[in-house]
T-cell receptor, first 112, second 116 residues
């Protein structure tokens, strides 16, 4: 069974610091990886996606993928209280939305 | 990015009644939409894949006669929870990807269903 594992947290990070969120996946055939942010009571919103090994940067966010280790991470620089949310990691077999498997999410708290 | 609209955002109904949830892709055509369910502090669980013009594909353990899905057009999919029971109370979220094979998934705002 395909699994995506995340530490549920909560992960507490002081404001202005770097928040590091980690995710591992079991299906070695996974090709696409996504990070979603979900505020309490709201639906997930896409933060970043990554398909290739290495780093991908978008503003304060950097996604890192290591397919050999089956590991994907999300770094949030200059953390803000508004970044406090649950972050969901998802992995899929192709480049799009089919067959995505979601992790349970990591609850991130940015302390002012 | 792709915009997915879901309605209603919140609904309360009595046991035994049916509830319809609409999901629309606003700025793109979605041949495929996905319906998820999320219980409190739990991960998203895919319920079914909605295909325009054909029958939906349901995940194992999801009753197709209870959760009726209709995808009549390229911009609209509906989920009807029939004969709702309190255990159906959950957060239902639809999603769709934009055009192109590598388009990521975007979610609607979700529908909080409470069955009394």
């Amino acid at each position: 069974q395909k699994e995506v594992e995340q530490n549920s947290g909560p992960l507490s990070v002081p404001e202005g610091a770097i928040a590091s969120l980690n995710c591992t996946y079991s299906d070695r055939g996974s090709q696409s990886f996504f990070w979603y942010r979900q505020y309490s009571g709201k639906s997930p919103e896409l933060i970043m996606f990554i398909y290739s090994n290495g780093d991908k940067e978008d503003g304060r966010f950097t996604a890192q993928l290591n397919k050999a280790s089956q590991y994907v991470s999300l770094l949030i620089r200059d953390s803000q209280p508004s970044d406090s949310a649950t972050y969901l990691c998802a992995a899929g077999p192709g480049g799009g939305a089919d067959g995505l498997t979601f992790g349970k999410g990591t609850h991130l708290i940015i302390q002012p | 990015g792709a915009v997915v609209s879901q309605h209603p955002s919140r609904v309360i109904c009595k046991s035994g009644t049916s509830v319809k949830i609409e999901c629309r892709s606003l700025d793109f055509q979605a041949t495929t939409m996905f319906w998820y369910r999320q219980f409190p502090k739990k991960s998203l669980m895919l319920m079914a894949t909605s295909n325009e013009g054909s029958k939906a594909t349901y995940e194992q353990g999801v009753e197709k006669d209870k959760f009726l899905i209709n995808h009549a057009s390229l911009t609209l999919s509906t989920l009807t929870v029939t004969s709702a029971h309190p255990e159906d109370s959950s957060f239902y979220i639809c999603s769709a990807s934009g055009q192109g094979n590598n388009s990521p998934l975007h979610f609607g705002n979700g529908t909080r269903l409470t069955v009394t």
